[in-house]
Nanobody, 125 residues
Framework: QVQLVESGGGPVQAGGSLRLSCAAS????????MAWFRQAPGKEREFVAA????????YYRDSVKGRFTISNDVAKNTVYLEMNSLKPEDTAVYYC??????????????????WGQGTQVTVSS
């Protein structure tokens, strides 16, 4: 079993930056890809970015391309989401997710079988 713990969220003004971290523990060798999702109040959870554990490939939703960067530190079993030029519409609870089924990068939340508890990001205008 794998446990995921997010950190790094908080309040920030529009145009600012935050870096989220997701620390994995347990059977981390079983995880092939990692992703970040987010969920705003009253909305469905949506895909943000994904990365293979090797870091060889990444995938982003269009609205964050050029602003967000996903990366991982295999030695630390930690995945990061660097968020720049933040906008009020980026406000949401951000969740880290792991996929133990294969090396594919998916934007579907149903392909991920391990989730963290989430960290709140609030961007004020």
């Amino acid at each position: 079993q794998v446990q995921l713990v997010e950190s790094g969220g908080g309040p920030v003004q529009a145009g600012g930056s935050l870096r989220l971290s997701c620390a994995a523990s347990g059977r981390t060798f079983s995880i092939y890809t990692m992703a970040w999702f987010r969920q705003a109040p009253g909305k469905e959870r949506e895909f943000v970015a994904a990365i293979r554990r090797s870091g060889s490939s990444t995938y982003y939703r269009d609205s964050v391309k050029g602003r967000f960067t996903i990366s991982n530190d295999v030695a630390k079993n930690t995945v990061y989401l660097e968020m720049n030029s933040l906008k009020p519409e980026d406000t949401a609870v951000y969740y880290c997710a792991g996929n133990s089924r294969g090396y594919f990068l998916s934007q579907s939340r149903f392909e991920y079988d391990t989730w963290g508890q989430g960290t709140q990001v609030t961007v004020s205008s």
